[in-house]
């Protein structure tokens, strides 16, 4: 009946441009339009949404059903049946949302295709095949293949010295454990092997930032390797830090139950639907720079002292890393297997950090 009452509907819109006459309803949801010849269209609404749904419809292509319609029931009222230029009827009680990605695109790909024969457009059906094509296989390719995002470690860091933290000893070296912050950004690659298992590798530029508990801690490189000591001449220390700079790859095993993590570039571009996720790997590192900087005020001044130098700080790192995730929410956890400063030319340390990836 929904049909009957959207193509009344149209021919009135037809008219009305010339001859249409609107009166009040004289119910909720019926309309009585009177023409110039003084015949009445009845429009009866069940639910009173046809007004809203019948823009989704071809008007002109209507009309043209509507003049060809020859045929009339046995109480004088035509029946005109609405469809869509492909010669399908819309279901407006389908759950579209219910759907899968897949299945949207295949739906779309063959109306597209039915609408370029009905047009005789091969322009048009090249065109369209074409992009529905590659929007299929990019679907494809991100479930089945490689899919590539930003990636953005944000957490903190610190390092023991045989399993201890060197503030239990109290050390000069200790950090601020609130303070020392990690900082990774790169390029991570999803790849699919089999099932849940997927690899995630990529590379990343990543930073240590060491700040120290005593403001008063300086370093120096000497020939029996980094010494550490107190500045005592110093009136007003703000600051001292130690930062170790590396450039990085890392491979991760992941095994991932739901959809993929990411879908996009962009950092924050993740899949709401996204399931859980667990994985273990490992990465290797390259030292390309080390600084120590301290801040300290001198006679109402803020000066900052930067030394740049080796420190003896290995050149190389490599450990394991730890993730997992659940939905918009990935937590990572890194180990360095190697100790921060080379045998015997310092402490023993190895550094760790840890904190949220986006």
Do not use: C
Not at 20 to 32: E, K, R, V, W
Not at 257 to 264: L, M, V, W
């Amino acid at each position: 009946m929904k049909t009957i009452f959207s193509i009344l509907l149209t021919l009135i819109s037809y008219v009305l441009g010339a001859t249409a006459l609107f009166t009040d309803p004289i119910a909720q949801d019926t309309i009585i339009i009177r023409l110039g010849s003084g015949e009445e269209v009845i429009i009866i609404s069940e639910s009173g949404n046809e007004v809203e749904l019948l823009k989704q419809f071809d008007m002109n292509a209507i009309l043209r059903d509507l003049d060809n319609n020859e045929d009339s029931a046995s109480d004088g009222k035509v029946y005109v049946e609405i469809q869509d230029q492909t010669g399908e009827r819309y279901d407006f009680e389908e759950d579209e949302e219910r759907l899968s990605l897949e299945e949207k695109l295949e739906r779309l790909e063959d109306k597209m295709r039915r609408v370029s024969r009905s047009s005789g457009n091969t322009t048009s059906s090249s065109s369209s095949g074409f992009n529905n094509n590659t929007s299929t296989n990019r679907s494809r390719k991100h479930r089945s293949g490689t899919s590539s995002t930003m990636m953005f470690d944000f957490g903190l860091n610190n390092y023991l010295s045989n399993g201890n933290f060197p503030d239990d000893t109290d050390e000069l070296y200790a950090v601020k454990p609130l303070a020392s912050w990690n900082i990774a950004l790169g390029i991570t690659n999803t790849t699919r092997i089999a099932g849940p298992l997927y690899l995630e590798w990529g590379g990343n530029v990543n930073w240590y930032n060491f700040k120290f508990q005593n403001d008063r801690t300086r370093m120096l490189k000497t020939d029996n390797g980094v010494d550490f000591f107190e500045d005592l001449d110093v009136v007003d220390p703000r600051k001292s830090k130690f930062v170790v700079p590396y450039v990085n790859a890392q491979f991760v095993p992941m095994l991932q139950f739901g959809k993929a993590r990411r879908d996009g570039w962009f950092p924050l571009d993740r899949d709401e639907d996204s399931g859980f996720r667990i994985g273990m790997g490992g990465y290797a590192g390259y030292r390309v720079g080390s600084r120590h900087k301290n801040v300290f005020v001198e006679d109402n001044d803020r000066k900052r002292v930067k030394n740049r130098t080796n420190y003896y700080v290995n050149n190389w790192r490599y450990g394991v890393r730890f993730q997992l995730g659940f939905r918009d929410f990935d937590f990572y956890a890194n180990y360095d297997l190697n100790e921060l400063f080379v045998e015997g030319q310092g402490p023993e340390l190895n550094a760790f950090s840890f904190g949220i990836m986006f």
